[in-house]
């Protein structure tokens, strides 16, 4: 069965430095999100992308994220100077075109220290 | 406006009981509400979803009521196993044309004992 994979599983970074999460959606889909889950709360909508730009973002992903799709298979998080308050559970997911069936992937846990 | 409210926030019921989670929302543009589950560390997977012009969903031992006029729905798991056990999620979309944005409910976390 397709699913959606990120890489790494875990990542620990100091405060202030870059980190990449990465994301290979299912191979049919062309709608693609980032959602995060701090530890013990809900899961919360960061951005979507569709068609090379983004077409909804949060009050979340404000200057220090971005997101691209740097080839036609990975799709990218960065965030740029990370906070302690970045430490949390990143989720990628997919939809495939006409549908509201987003696929998540196993996350990203990341911890900023 | 885009908040989605759930209750419990936790629930314990023994083997076969019937665990009753609820959600409610404000936006009346909504109009796709899905169900994740997600066990410990893993990504939230979906369960059963409605949309508004249906009351009732079931989809083996997992069932959603919808009430559109209340704009509250609920999941209901019958016949509940040890491996229900997890964390589930309402939440709430409006669909197609839309960004597909999901706005989810703060969690349910249930525990079936043996």
């Known amino acids: 069965e397709p699913e959606v994979t990120q890489t790494p599983s875990h990542q620990v970074t100091q405060m202030g430095q870059e980190v990449i999460l990465r994301c290979v959606p299912i191979s049919n889909h062309l709608y693609f999100y980032w959602y995060r889950q701090i530890l013990g709360q809900k899961v919360e909508f960061l951005v979507s992308f569709y068609n090379n ?14 997101v691209e799709r740097p080839d036609g298979s990975n799709f990218t998080l960065k965030i740029r100077s990370t906070k302690l308050e970045d430490s949390a559970m990143y989720f990628c997911a997919s939809s495939r075109p006409g549908s509201t069936e987003a696929f998540f992937g196993q996350g990203t846990r990341l911890t900023v220290v | 406006q885009q908040q989605v409210k759930q209750s419990p926030q936790s629930l314990i019921v023994q083997k076969g009981g019937i665990p009753i989670i609820n959600c409610a929302y404000e936006n009346t543009a909504f109009d796709y509400f899905p169900w994740y589950q997600q066990f410990p560390g893993k990504g939230p997977a979906l369960l059963i979803a409605i949309r508004p012009d249906v009351s009732e969903k079931k989809e083996g031992r997992f069932t959603i009521s919808f009430n559109k006029s209340a704009k509250q729905f609920s999941l209901h798991i019958m016949d509940s196993q040890p491996g229900d056990s997890a964390t589930y999620f309402c939440a709430a979309s409006r669909g197609s044309g839309n960004t597909g944005k999901l706005i989810f409910g703060q969690g349910t976390t249930l525990q079936v004992k043996p």
């Open chain 1, 53 to 66: 730009e983004i077409s909804e973002k949060s009050e979340i992903f404000d200057d220090q994220f971005s």
